[in-house]
């Protein structure tokens, strides 16, 4: 993508500056895919990384700070877009993980 948008623009787009709030959004997402793998290993931790950044990102998707997003708030364009929306069912299925797998421990200790 990078290397398609520098053919085309004829400009360097390192040279533009990334305005601030887009940087915050990109760490963001960053930290997000990070904790993902992260829950691989430790589901609740992961989680709970996941929950945090997704959640300041979608702050930032409600307020309507992103360039583009137009509106924010509570419609298409902000926080109920259903591509973001769909970040949100690894986070719930790592929590489930953890909780059957907590579950399980307590019934093999009681078994005990």
Not at 55 to 82: A, D, E, H, Q, R
Not at 94 to 107: D, N, T
Request: charged share 15%; aromatic share 12%; glycine share 14%.
């Amino acid at each position: 993508m990078f290397i398609g948008e520098s053919l085309q623009s004829g400009s360097n787009p390192l040279s533009e500056p990334i305005e601030p709030v887009s940087a915050i959004g990109l760490a963001l997402m960053g930290i997000y895919v990070l904790a993902m793998f992260l829950a691989l290993k430790w589901e609740r931790m992961g989680s709970f990384l996941g929950m945090a950044s997704l959640g300041g990102f979608f702050v930032i998707l409600f307020l309507g700070l992103l360039p583009g997003n137009v509106s924010g708030g509570f419609s298409s364009k902000g926080v109920l877009k259903p591509l973001f929306l769909a970040f949100w069912l690894p986070i719930l299925l790592y929590l489930l993980c953890w909780g059957l797998e907590r579950r399980g421990r307590e019934r093999t200790k009681a078994v005990l």
